[in-house]
């Protein structure tokens, strides 16, 4: 089992959401699990939910949509465009809800080489008010990004050769 | 010489700037001056500028890159992309100065149809940190967009047949 030391901030108040976590690979292999899309459909979104990619492309003006499954069918699509995907230092996109229409939120993930192989992502997600910041947060995301982080930490574990 | 009577809002410690302002115009003929590069190239920006649009795509992923040129030659050039472009309610795009590169911010304005032939454009842009938003502000913005809303009510002006 993969380790899972994730730090999600929100402060009171304010309309951003910062998460950090580091993973035991390489910044290259990391961006690689965040823009190929045979990849990012291993790990992104909970246990319990199956994702599919509608399109993926992770170059200035990108577009991307997916849609995560639960057991019963019930569905959950989002969309937005990249802005700017520069390997692999950052990403930065939009990202809209398709149940919440209209309410679009920026987030930008930045990959910082650490010593020993091992890379620190901080995406730090900026919301159009505080009440849609909150909405995210009591929507169940911590779920989310808690299956995500350990899952993407297990992809990289069966990925990378141990010496 | 048109009406100018423009809101700018931007709360102490949050990382947003709120502007509105009302056009005599209907929201059809502001959202195409918002969205057509031969009406936008006329309006945007200080006066003592002159901008040249590169490129812009006001649809879903579309990209835009403008220039601002002073009378020195002295270059400020701006990017990003198309989040949404919803003729004539809405467009939400990303937006970043070259200067200070990686810092983006995520513009949304809203053409909301008022009594009297006339729109109101609400225009929330949202920043991905408070001194983002700061250094914006203090880069001498407000005049870019006092100068902004008054060309734009002079354009209106010009294309609209008075009765």
């Not at 509608?54 to 465009?81: I, M």
């Not at 995500?148 to 990378?160: G, P």
């Amino acid at each position: 089992m993969a380790e899972n030391n994730y730090k999600i901030t929100a402060e009171p108040g304010k309309q951003e959401i910062t998460m950090i976590q580091e993973f035991d690979a390489s910044p290259e292999l990391v961006f690689k699990a965040y823009t190929d899309p045979e990849l990012l459909v291993q790990w992104l979104g909970p246990r319990d939910l199956t994702m599919e990619i509608e399109k993926f492309d992770p170059k200035q003006g990108g577009v991307y949509r997916y849609v995560h499954r639960d057991n019963s069918g019930k569905e959950y699509a989002f969309h937005g465009v990249i802005h700017e995907a520069t390997q692999p230092k950052r990403i930065v996109q939009t990202f809209e809800f398709e149940d919440a229409p209209g309410h679009v939120s920026l987030e930008t993930a930045t990959f910082e080489e650490l010593p020993d192989g091992r890379t620190r992502v901080t995406s730090r997600i900026v919301f159009q008010s505080v009440e849609d910041r909150d909405s995210m947060i009591e929507s169940g995301m911590e779920r989310g990004v808690k299956d995500s982080y350990e899952r993407l930490s297990e992809l990289l574990e069966r990925m990378t050769v141990k010496h």
